[in-house]
């Protein structure tokens, strides 16, 4: 696998439950990022680790949210009591040693009805 | 914090015709420059980058100007084809040791008519 993956690519869910996706970054990356992108707008930072180490997270991050990524590997980004303004795409980078390696997944759009 | 400004939010030309994209940077210290092409429902894919080494950068029908004095940077596609109808995102970054964030423009919508 050469790309970053993310699972499920689509996700319906009724306010009020949570949600879980996952990030697979290029296996030699060290550095791994997720955005939020809602329609007609750019990609947004939410929150960036460097191996295990959450290291910045944006004021986006409300306490409905969290991130981790255990072993420095995959990471997984959940969202607790879905809202209908959490409904957007998010997306996953990752970034190895110079600047034009950053890659980013297919995203996960989430609709909450 | 570095904010990046895009416009035009849409651009519509005819085949064959030149589009430019135009964005500018608040924050100086910015050194790495990519530009993004996203067809609907599909990731960002990078299409060119520039450091701010570096004055003006092409590929093929694409190029990229940056003027660091003035913190614009410029898409530029000439000969369009329909398959270039997407939207176009710049971004702005500091690349050092740190954080590595994008910060991404607001988009523009290319239209490319046959």
């Known amino acids: 696998d050469t790309g970053v993956s993310q699972d499920p690519r689509h996700k319906i869910t009724k306010r009020g439950q949570n949600v879980t996706f996952r990030c697979d970054p290029i296996?030699?990356?060290?550095?791994l990022y997720w955005y939020r992108q809602t329609l007609g707008q750019g990609p947004e930072f939410l929150t960036y680790?460097?191996?295990?180490?959450?290291?910045?997270k944006s004021r986006l991050l409300s306490d409905r949210f969290s991130a981790e990524r255990p072993k420095g590997s995959f990471s997984t980004l959940e969202i607790q009591r879905t809202e209908q303004g959490d409904s957007a795409m998010y997306l996953c980078a990752s970034l190895g040693g110079d600047v034009d390696g950053y890659t980013f997944g297919s995203g996960t759009r989430l609709t909450v009805v | 914090g570095e904010n990046v400004e895009q416009h035009p939010s849409t651009l519509s030309v005819q085949e064959g015709d030149s589009a430019v994209i135009k964005c500018t940077y608040s924050?100086?210290?910015?050194?790495?420059f990519p530009w993004y092409k996203q067809e609907l429902g599909k990731r960002p894919q990078l299409i060119i980058d520039?450091?701010?080494?570096?004055g003006e950068k092409k590929d093929q029908r694409i190029a990229v100007t940056l003027n660091k004095t003035a913190k614009h940077f410029s898409l530029h596609i000439t000969e369009t084809q329909p398959e270039d109808s997407a939207v176009y995102f710049c971004a702005a970054i500091l690349f050092s040791g740190g954080y590595n964030k994008l910060i991404f423009g607001a988009g523009t919508r290319l239209a490319v008519h046959p």
């Open positions: 520039i450091r701010s080494n570096v």
């Open positions: 680790f460097q191996n295990e180490a959450q290291l910045e």
């Open positions: 924050d100086s210290a910015s050194n790495y």
């Open positions: 296996s030699e990356h060290n550095r």
